[in-house]
């Protein structure tokens, strides 16, 4: 069982970064491939971004890239998401996920998540 505990979103204005964390309890935190996810109300979840236990292994979605900047960090067991220009648009729910091995940008491939973090951003 992993859990896994979102925190840094908050109000912010446009054009602002923000940094949002996920702290897991797994002991093998280099075995599961770590994701952020997001959701507005009313949509489906949408993938962000991935990472395996190997930098190699990151995978963004194409609407975010060179905005959003996923890493971890092995000692803290903690994955992070930079997001950078915040926009409007960026007010939603983001979510942490975990699963063994690789990364993937399906969210069925997730078997443990957060609880989920709000981030608004006003113009």
């Known amino acids: 069982q992993v859990q896994l505990v979102e925190s840094g979103g908050g109000s912010v204005q446009a054009g602002a970064s923000l940094r949002l964390s996920c702290a897991a309890s797994a002991r093998t935190f280099s075995a599961y491939a770590m994701a952020w996810f997001r959701q507005a109300t009313g949509k489906e979840r949408e993938f962000v971004a991935g990472?395996?236990?190997?930098?190699?292994?990151?995978i963004y979605a194409d609407s975010v890239k060179g905005r959003f900047t996923i890493s971890r960090d092995y000692g803290e067991k903690t994955v992070y998401l930079q997001i950078s220009s915040l926009r409007p648009e960026d007010t939603v729910v983001y979510y942490c996920?975990?699963?063994?091995?690789?990364?993937?940008?399906?969210?069925?491939?997730?078997?443990?998540w957060g609880q989920g973090i709000q981030v608004t951003v006003s113009s």
């Open positions: 990472v395996g236990w190997s930098v190699s292994d990151t």
């Open positions: 996920a975990a699963r063994p091995g690789y990364s993937a940008s399906r969210s069925s491939s997730y078997t443990y």
